[in-house]
């Protein structure tokens, strides 16, 4: 899942870190194009994972740290005027404070951490969207990352196309582009899932929230007894 020489040469935090150690949690992330319902199925997944007796770290991007949120206030502010590589570098350097400061040290004591949103959303919006080189911003974030992959990631979607472009109420400067954008962020989306078959899985939301959040749960619940060993009812 991760690489620990690449942390701990980065991270003096890090150094005694036993690589196991870092094996020891179970990394989630929830994807979506607007409206698709993240944060109710973040909120239910993390609930349920609470109910089961995981220690757990929920946490969203940008944001969750504090030099995190303040990135995100000029990410999202309306009057930040920027460009597509500047916007990307900003979402890749609050992901960074992110790993280093929240994600390693809770996958490290072994909890679940689940993150609403990571490095798909960049490839999604600044890549597809935007139109900047999927490679160039996979490149920037896998030495944001130091390689800290998800386990599994869940894109939400809904019918046919993936997040038909649901209403957003008081849009942000990202909410606010045009629809075309927002079509190729659910395309790229898409393109994503079906390049990394084995980490996205790609969960229909059209059934209603209860029935998605049982789906999303068989999943979780699969890898973590692939993981783990884990073996508990979902119901
Ligand atoms: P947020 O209010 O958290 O939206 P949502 O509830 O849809 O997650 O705003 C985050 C916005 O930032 C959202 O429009 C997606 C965008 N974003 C990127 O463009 N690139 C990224 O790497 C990330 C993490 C988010």
Same mark, same amino acid.
């Given at each position: 899942?991760?690489?620990?020489?690449?942390?701990?040469?980065?991270?003096?935090?890090?150094?005694?870190?036993?690589?196991?150690?870092?094996?020891?949690?179970?990394?989630?992330?929830?994807?979506?194009?607007?409206?698709?319902?993240?944060?109710?199925?973040?909120?239910?997944?993390?609930?349920?994972?609470?109910?089961?007796?995981?220690?757990?770290?929920?946490?969203?991007?940008?944001?969750?740290?504090?030099?995190?949120?303040?990135?995100?206030?000029?990410?999202?502010?309306?009057?930040?005027?920027?460009?597509?590589?500047?916007?990307? +570098?900003?979402? &890749? /350097?609050?992901?960074?404070?992110? $790993?280093?400061? =929240?994600?390693?040290?809770?996958?490290? @004591?072994?909890?679940?951490?689940?993150?609403?949103?990571?490095?798909?959303?960049?490839?999604?919006?600044?890549?597809?969207?935007?139109?900047?080189?999927?490679?160039?911003?996979?490149?920037?974030?896998?030495?944001?990352?130091?390689?800290?992959?998800?386990?599994?990631?869940?894109?939400?979607?809904?019918?046919?196309?993936?997040?038909?472009?649901?209403?957003?109420?008081?849009?942000?400067?990202?909410?606010?582009?045009?629809?075309?954008?927002?079509?190729?962020?659910?395309?790229?989306? +898409?393109?994503? &899932? /079906?390049?990394?078959?084995?980490? $996205?899985?790609? =969960?229909?939301?059209?059934?209603?929230? @209860?029935?998605?959040?049982?789906?999303?749960?068989?999943?979780?619940?699969?890898?973590?007894?692939?993981?783990?060993?884990?073996?508990?009812?979902?119901?």
């Amino acid at each position: 899942m991760t690489d620990s020489r690449d942390v701990a040469s980065r991270s003096p935090a890090m150094k005694d870190t036993d690589q196991r150690s870092r094996n020891r949690g179970f990394f989630v992330s929830f994807e979506g194009a607007e409206s698709s319902g993240k944060s109710t199925q973040t909120a239910l997944l993390v609930a349920w994972l609470r109910e089961q007796g995981f220690g757990v770290l929920q946490t969203r991007e940008p944001g969750g740290t504090s030099v995190g949120e303040g990135v995100r206030d000029i990410l999202l502010a309306h009057a930040s005027k920027m460009s597509a590589q500047t916007e990307a +570098l900003l979402f &890749a /350097s609050a992901r960074t404070e992110l $790993v280093d400061s =929240v994600i390693l040290p809770a996958l490290c @004591e072994g909890k679940v951490v689940v993150c609403d949103r990571y490095i798909d959303s960049s490839l999604a919006y600044q890549g597809y969207g935007l139109g900047l080189p999927i490679e160039e911003i996979l490149a920037v974030n896998r030495w944001a990352v130091c390689r800290a992959m998800p386990d599994v990631t869940i894109l939400l979607g809904h019918g046919r196309e993936l997040a038909a472009s649901g209403t957003v109420e008081g849009p942000d400067r990202i909410e606010s582009r045009g629809g075309d954008f927002h079509r190729r962020v659910r395309m790229g989306y +898409l393109q994503i &899932a /079906s390049r990394d078959r084995n980490r $996205v899985v790609v =969960v229909d939301t059209s059934p209603g929230i @209860e029935a998605t959040a049982k789906e999303i749960r068989s999943i979780i619940a699969r890898r973590l007894r692939a993981k783990i060993g884990y073996d508990q009812s979902t119901e």
